[in-house]
């Protein structure tokens, strides 16, 4: 029977040709119905799909929405050594809850657990826009992260579990382009407010309020209700396997990294007491909770936090390094491009922002293009391999090239090479591990690890590009201008982009010193995108050539029972 391998359960029950054509039949019905599980209205699924679409921008937009604006906080709240954990608590937060957010979704019904994360969104964003210290900013932004990573992954097990196979894709390619959209509109909606006479900075926050706000009535009204729990298993059970310790793990990790990597060199001096405490302690913390998961201590094997199962699947592990690959390179080219048209041409966050169109308009459109093509030809691999040679090319021309005396035109034509490499593989592996995995379980697990990979490459990529802006910028910095002459406050205001006097003096060959140091940093920074990429191509080669089914393919003759 063309197309349809038969079970070993089948043949064994005894199936006549007439009973295995009708299940045949069935399962074509299945692939092709216009119906959704459950029997979902169709103008209920779009609904929540465009919910789906504007909490992910909203999510996306909140990662970046105080990049421009650190110099208004910094205003309003000093503590230079805190500002980079402005940005950097969204993204932490992001990746440490999601596999909380996993367990959590197989707690209760995913409507209801949207609906509540929704309303955590909402308190985070409030209490961020009415902070009047820096502390309390960080903490809203990590309340911001906790209910934005829940949102968007309820949105991803949504899709995993009620599209289509021909929608999946597309699905996810649109909530990826739309994400990203947030992500890089962000910032010029945040510095436009800052700017603005008739606002400040807390309308960054503010402005995201009401439209939250329509999405949690709508998803009131129009989200499917869906539970993922084991049948018949009270709810009390469920919480007591929710593995704690798995959890806990997933939220101290992140942070001790982020406070390693942030803290030695601004605050603690490397090889300090303080500095080595805490490498040692994340070090610890890292071999716990990977033995934790992996011995199943205090957890079984199918309660525990991190779906482990699932590396099992071989063939999926490479389409899940290259998910992280791409956002590793995503986050570097996104943050720090935009700086070099800072401090190489004193442009303005808007001006930054027209120059990184090239970057943001084709990455979009390729994303979007990328999620169509792939239901239409199937096979992953050779994308990938595209992707990752091309990321590699421009990397390498970026790292090499970058200084203060490039041309604008170039380091523009070279992020639209790394946007169109990027939109090739950014958030494909979604869809893609969605098609392979065919139980409704291991498609919500797969989306985890999926965005697990890729917020947790995000937020690592930051910490890590962070330190070495932090610390070999301040030393380059220093040289170039002379340490003597400023004291290190006064470089690392510098380096954060607000008001400081190395900007400020009169002596234009320091200042010119000063661009240079910074340009040379910032082109070092793009050798983690050339790491990046050299594992994804490594990745790229070991994939599958298999060619998926989305399942678009109609059979060009049918017989049913009817017609027989």
Not at 154 to 159: A, D
Not at 319 to 338: D, E, F, R
Request: hydrophobic content about 50%.
């Amino acid at each position: 029977m063309p197309g349809h391998a038969l079970s070993q359960d089948e043949t064994q029950k005894g199936y006549s040709l007439e009973e295995l054509s009708i299940i045949d039949q069935r399962e074509y019905k299945d692939a092709c119905s216009d119906e959704r599980p459950g029997g979902l209205p169709e103008w209920k699924w779009k609904a929540a799909v465009r919910i789906f679409i504007v909490t992910g921008a909203c999510s996306g937009y909140d990662v970046s929405n105080v990049a421009n604006i650190q110099p208004r906080l910094y205003e309003a709240f000093g503590n230079i050594e805190l500002l980079p954990w402005i940005g950097l608590s969204y993204s932490l937060a992001n990746f440490a809850v999601l596999s909380f957010a996993r367990k959590i979704a197989y707690c209760f019904d995913l409507k209801w657990v949207y609906l509540v994360h929704l309303v955590i969104f909402m308190a985070g964003t409030a209490i961020g826009g009415a902070s009047n210290d820096i502390q309390t900013m960080i903490v809203a932004r990590v309340i911001m992260g906790w209910g934005g990573s829940v949102c968007q992954q309820i949105n991803f097990s949504y899709v995993a579990i009620l599209a289509k196979p021909a929608e999946t894709a597309g699905l996810f390619g649109i909530l990826s382009a739309m994400w990203a959209v947030g992500l890089v509109v962000g910032g010029p909606i945040g510095s436009a407010f800052a700017e603005n006479s008739h606002t400040t900075w807390r309308w960054a926050f503010y402005i995201k309020l009401p439209i939250v706000g329509l999405c949690l009535a709508l998803a009131v009204i129009c989200l499917p209700s869906r539970s993922l729990a084991t049948a018949n298993v009270p709810v009390w059970r469920r919480l007591v396997g929710i593995d704690p310790i798995g959890v806990v793990f997933n939220m101290i990790v992140p942070v001790l990294f982020a406070l390693a990597t942030t803290f030695s060199g601004p605050i603690w001096d490397w090889g300090s007491a303080a500095s080595t405490a805490v490498w040692v302690v994340f070090a610890v913390a890292l071999v716990s909770w990977v033995s934790q998961q992996y011995f199943c201590t205090f957890t079984s094997p199918e309660e525990r936090a991190i779906p482990m199962h699932m590396f099992s699947k071989l063939g999926l592990l490479p389409i899940w390094i290259a998910t992280g690959c791409a956002g590793a390179a995503y986050a570097v080219t996104l943050y720090y491009t935009p700086l070099f048209y800072a401090f190489a041409r004193g442009h303005g966050a808007i001006q930054q922002t027209v120059r990184m169109l090239p970057f943001i308009i084709v990455f979009i459109f390729v994303v979007l293009f990328t999620g169509v093509l792939l239901t239409i030809i199937g096979r992953y691999k050779i994308i990938y391999l595209c992707a990752a040679t091309i990321t590699l090319a421009a990397s390498i021309a970026m790292a090499t090239t970058m200084n203060d005396r490039v041309s604008e035109a170039q380091v523009m034509g070279i992020e639209a090479l790394i946007g169109i490499s990027l939109g090739m593989q950014f958030q494909h592996g979604l869809g893609i591990s969605n098609v392979i995995n065919k139980t409704e379980r291991d498609r919500v697990d797969s989306t985890v690890i999926c965005n697990m990979v890729q917020m947790g490459s995000i937020a690592i990529t930051l910490s890590i590009a962070g330190c070495i802006f932090q610390n070999v910028g301040f030393n380059l910095l220093s040289s170039a201008v002379g340490q003597k002459q400023y004291s290190e406050e006064d470089i690392r205001e510098a380096l954060a982009g607000v008001s400081s006097v190395v900007w400020q003096t009169k002596d234009r060959q320091v200042v010119e010193r000063g661009i240079a140091a910074v340009t040379k940093v910032l082109s070092r920074e793009f050798y983690i995108v050339v790491a990046s990429s050299v594992v994804c191509l490594i990745c790229a080669i070991c994939m599958s050539s298999e060619k998926l089914d989305y399942g678009k393919k109609k059979s060009t003759k049918t017989t049913t029972p009817d017609s027989a």
